[in-house]
């Protein structure tokens, strides 16, 4: 089967929007229907593929992080207030340091 170069270049009777199943269909000599049913088919199958393997990668992302987070929970200490370390209870105290500052500098200029 020979094609004509000048099928390819200009636009197609029966185009709806760029053309290009209706050139492909007519330079085949295949129903463009057919061919936009292929078309959208391949791109639904292909969708439902797309979504079905994120979704897979996404719980098995979510099981693996699971199993971390319980490594990591079984080595920190449980408190009231959640998982305690040192790095943590050092920044509250300084926090609680820099209140007490902020405070006292609030009641000497209330003083005066």
């Known amino acids: 089967m020979r094609i004509k170069p000048h099928i390819w270049v200009k636009r197609p009777d029966g185009a709806l929007l760029g053309g290009v199943c209706a050139g492909i269909a007519r330079a085949l000599r295949w129903n463009v ?7 959208t088919g391949f791109l639904a199958i292909k969708t439902v593929a797309a979504l079905i393997i994120y979704a897979l990668l996404a719980l ?5 992080g699971n199993e971390k987070l319980q490594g990591k929970k079984s080595r920190g200490k449980k408190t009231a207030g959640g998982l305690a370390s040192p790095e943590l209870s050092q920044r509250s105290q300084r926090i609680a ?6 405070r006292e500098l609030e009641d000497s200029d209330c003083g005066n």
């Open 33 to 39: 229907w057919v061919l936009r049913a292929l078309f």
């Open 97 to 102: 340091d820099l209140e007490q500052r902020f």
């Open 60 to 64: 098995a992302i979510h099981l693996l």
